[in-house]
């Protein structure tokens, strides 16, 4: 599939360099700033605010994640960990990048069932894959939710991909395999005869998935999403003491993490 560069390039332009550090904001930072703020101020609404926050988390955690699998990529590079722990610890950091990421979609049905038109059966609120086939049985449902928030949860057409890989590796066996390239992180996943990831512009080679172009293409399409549904859920709250953008709080960064430079790279290739 082509890669959807236009929204890597929405997510590099929240970031900004001042001096010696690198800061963030976007409207997932506003929207999630405001609620808590009108909360203080005693403006009601919708039990949303600890499950942003709980994204925010899972977004600092995949972060965390990646930096430090670079990390332990230099440290295999020049000689400083054994091979065998590398790619053991690579796998693990892979698999908890899947797993991360799900958490991110699951937060987010909770956050979107409680804006939602008409109220919607407690068990759609789940997670987000239970959330998008309920939306996908009837033209009710969609009305209930809100056309709005049916066309956002649709539009993430690659949900899918990496739902399939994450419940692979958690709940049928999956194991993911890491290979010894010297400043390279390279993987597959195995499934029978066949490799569960497969996409022509990420790969070193045939069968050899590129984790930095890989994991760069899905968390700058996760974030870039993020962006989209922040708006969508800001029209649905009520009217509040404080405007959507009356602050822009930031993040800063003393050293930029390494899954926006991985970004980078996937731009300039």
């Known amino acids: 599939m082509p890669i959807r560069k236009d929204q890597l390039k929405t997510v590099l332009s929240t970031i900004q360099k001042v001096n010696d550090s690198y800061t963030i904001q976007n409207d997932f930072l506003r929207l999630l700033m405001n609620i808590s703020l009108n909360k203080k101020l005693g403006v009601e609404l919708p039990s949303i605010g600890n499950f942003l926050d709980y994204i925010r988390q899972d977004i600092a955690n995949i972060e965390t994640i990646l930096t430090r699998l670079a990390w332990q990529r230099d440290l295999w590079s020049t000689n400083q960990l054994d091979v065998g722990k590398w790619m053991s610890y690579a796998g693990c950091d892979i698999d908890l990048f899947h797993i991360e990421v799900r958490s991110v979609f699951d937060y987010l049905a909770k956050v979107i069932t409680r804006v939602s038109d008409q109220p919607v059966p407690a068990r759609v609120d789940r997670g987000f894959n239970f959330l998008k086939t309920w ?102 709250l009520p009217s509040r003491k404080s405007a959507f953008g009356a602050c822009n709080p930031t993040i800063v960064y003393r050293e930029l993490p390494v899954i926006y430079t991985w970004i980078e790279r996937i731009l300039s290739s």
Do not use: C
């Open 135 to 236: 939306l996908a049985k009837s033209d009710d449902h969609v009305k209930r939710l809100g056309k709005d928030l049916a066309e956002l949860v649709f539009s993430v057409d690659w949900f899918g991909d990496l739902k399939n890989v994450r419940d692979v590796n958690v709940h049928q066996g999956g194991v993911t395999l890491v290979f010894p390239e010297k400043d390279r992180i390279l993987f597959l996943i195995p499934k029978g005869y066949e490799h569960l990831v497969s996409i022509p512009e990420i790969m070193y080679n045939e069968n050899l998935v590129d984790f930095e172009l890989y994991a760069g293409m899905y968390f700058g399409y996760l974030v870039a999403f993020l962006e989209q549904a922040s708006r969508s859920i800001e029209k649905r």
